[in-house]
């Protein structure tokens, strides 16, 4: 039986690229005599494995003496992971280049060889203000002022003193300014991920005492491009809690120009990149913005070819699954069924190898597509199976806005499916659930009286077309409210129950209604 209290070696060798388990591999022929060790035997057997089982592992190595202080040698293992990880990176990590020369400095400074020490200062601040690492060059301004005090101030002039003490007040300013940035982006980030967009007047208002009227007393300085990108992200976010997704799309288009144009600056952090172009493609579609939309997922389709070429696990990842997450939503706008068989194998086998390292989230979503795409083609219960997995299998924070929309989606399956004592049975539970939320939309009202009159026990379904024509009308009257569009965005009643009345197919209506969207190539 596998041990998951013991798990994170395994993981950590799972995580690595084919580079890093080259690099780990050679390292430790480098510190070790010839032949095989403990580390190389160890770690062979666990790179082979599938799924970690302790049990099964000690019996595959019970010859092995090792064996005998198991945890032990696991943990110096671990350790040599590490080891190796840092010494891969070392050249790579601008932050690490910086960081050994400050430990060069303290070395040159501890032997009194201080004209070599201040020339290592120098340099090094160079690199610091290149790269935007405000924290290393204030440890860098510490050894400046040590190399001052060790002459007690004789060699010093008025000047230099002028200058230091106002180049650490620049410093200190900045690490402010991004303190009070980080300040507004963890309370409005907090309110998204636990609330949603704002659903009431009062919300909006609330959001914008607490964001915006402060966000624009900020003055970024000139030149001070990640704190630029910062302010960027914060207002596109704010903008997207309060349904101004057009300001919120131009904010994203500014950070995607302002992380092309900086190398330097993004560089050792493409997740910002690939988080960036992602949210400007789905703002784009909203928007209806059809070639901004290409434009950036042609850009997120290029980070994905180059990450592929460098061997990095996690970007491929990362890219993969918002990429993934933007063609389903395309095929669920345009219901190009040919281009979903040809695709869901691929998808299917991507969720099952990464299920354990996809973010909650991004896997409700990817299942919740799935379930819409199958529902749409008529697909019932293969839908029923992938909405099952999202209510029962994902451990996301119920508040969310996916998971109430897996809700109503399960509602409408079994409703397909005549499974009417389950819709019954079902209504209360998330009749139950919705109201714990802070508001229940008139949306969400409306679907769920539906659903109550249309299978109790004396609905005649000769008043079936008469009661969708009401339930459309009554929909209708709600889209006119902002707060109540948001569900639409999941699942539009309006066209399922239209499709009913019409006697069509809700894929001929869901593709006429977003026709703009049929030229998008992915």
């Known amino acids: 039986m596998a041990n998951k209290y013991s798990s994170h070696l395994f993981e950590l060798i799972k995580s690595l690229t084919k580079a890093e388990k080259r690099y780990f591999k050679l390292f430790v022929a480098r510190h070790t005599s010839s032949g095989p060790n403990n580390a190389q035997i160890l770690f062979e057997h666990m790179e082979s494995m599938d799924d970690y089982d302790e049990e099964a592992l000690l019996e595959k190595l019970k010859s092995h003496a090792f064996t005998n202080k198991f945890s032990i040698t696991k943990a110096r293992l671990y350790d040599t992971i590490l080891k190796s990880l840092d010494a891969f990176y070392a050249e790579k990590s601008k932050e690490q280049l910086i960081r050994n020369e400050i430990h060069y400095v303290e070395i040159l400074f501890n032997k009194s060889l201080y004209k070599q020490c201040q020339k290592?200062?120098?340099?090094?601040?160079?690199?610091?203000?290149?790269?935007?690492?405000?924290?290393?060059?204030?440890?860098?301004?510490?050894?400046?002022?040590?190399?001052?005090?060790?002459?007690?101030?004789?060699?010093?002039?008025?000047?230099?003193?002028?200058?230091?003490?106002?180049?650490?007040?620049?410093?200190?300013?900045?690490?402010?300014?991004?303190?009070?940035?980080?300040?507004?982006?963890?309370?409005?980030?907090?309110?998204?991920n636990k609330i949603g967009r704002a659903r009431t007047t009062e919300q909006v208002e609330s959001l914008k005492a607490d964001i915006e009227n402060k966000l624009h007393t900020l003055i970024i300085p000139e030149g001070k491009i990640r704190m630029k990108y910062l302010f960027n992200h914060i207002l596109s976010a704010y903008?997207?809690?309060?349904?101004?997704?057009?300001?919120?799309?131009?904010?994203?288009?500014?950070?995607?120009?302002?992380?092309?144009?900086?190398?330097?600056?993004?560089?050792?952090?493409?997740?910002?990149?690939?988080?960036?172009?992602?949210n400007g493609v789905y703002l784009a579609m909203k928007n209806k913005e059809v070639e901004n939309a290409q434009a950036l997922y042609n850009k997120l389709k290029i980070l994905y070819s180059k990450a592929e070429e460098e061997g990095s696990q996690d970007v491929v990842l990362k890219v993969k699954s918002s990429l993934i997450s933007l063609e389903l939503l395309l095929i669920k706008l345009t219901c190009d069924f040919n281009k979903f068989e040809k695709i869901s194998p691929t998808i299917y086998e991507f969720i099952s190898e990464n299920k354990k390292n996809l973010n909650e989230s991004r896997l409700a979503f990817l299942y919740y597509n799935i379930a819409h795409i199958l529902f749409i083609q008529d697909k019932f219960s293969k839908a029923l199976k992938w909405i099952n997995s999202l209510l029962n299998d994902i451990d996301i924070d119920q508040s969310q806005e996916v998971y109430s929309s897996a809700e109503i989606l399960n509602l409408f399956i079994h409703f397909e499916l005549d499974n009417k004592d389950l819709v019954r049975y079902t209504l209360k539970s998330t009749k139950r659930f919705l109201k714990t939320r802070n508001k229940l939309f008139e949306y969400e009202t409306l679907v769920l009286n539906f659903m109550q009159k249309t299978t109790s026990y004396n609905f005649d379904n000769y008043e079936l077309d008469e009661v969708l024509s009401q339930f459309i009308s009554d929909l209708k009257k709600v889209t006119s409210d902002t707060f109540e569009n948001i569900p639409f965005e999941y699942f539009n009643c309006i066209l399922w129950a239209e499709s009913k009345v019409k006697k069509q197919k809700l894929s001929l209506l869901t593709r006429e209604k977003n026709e703009e969207f049929m030229s998008f190539n992915i």
């Open 120 to 192: 290592r200062i120098l340099s090094a601040k160079k690199q610091a203000i290149k790269y935007n690492k405000n924290h290393l060059f204030a440890e860098l301004l510490l050894w400046e002022k040590k190399l001052i005090e060790k002459d007690n101030y004789q060699k010093v002039t008025s000047k230099q003193i002028e200058v230091l003490t106002f180049t650490e007040q620049d410093v200190l300013n900045n690490v402010s300014l991004n303190s009070k940035l980080w300040e507004f982006k963890a309370i409005l980030f907090r309110h998204l």
């Open 239 to 278: 903008c997207f809690a309060i349904y101004d997704d057009k300001e919120s799309l131009k904010s994203v288009i500014k950070n995607v120009t302002l992380i092309e144009e900086n190398p330097n600056e993004f560089g050792e952090e493409p997740n910002i990149l690939i988080s960036t172009l992602t």
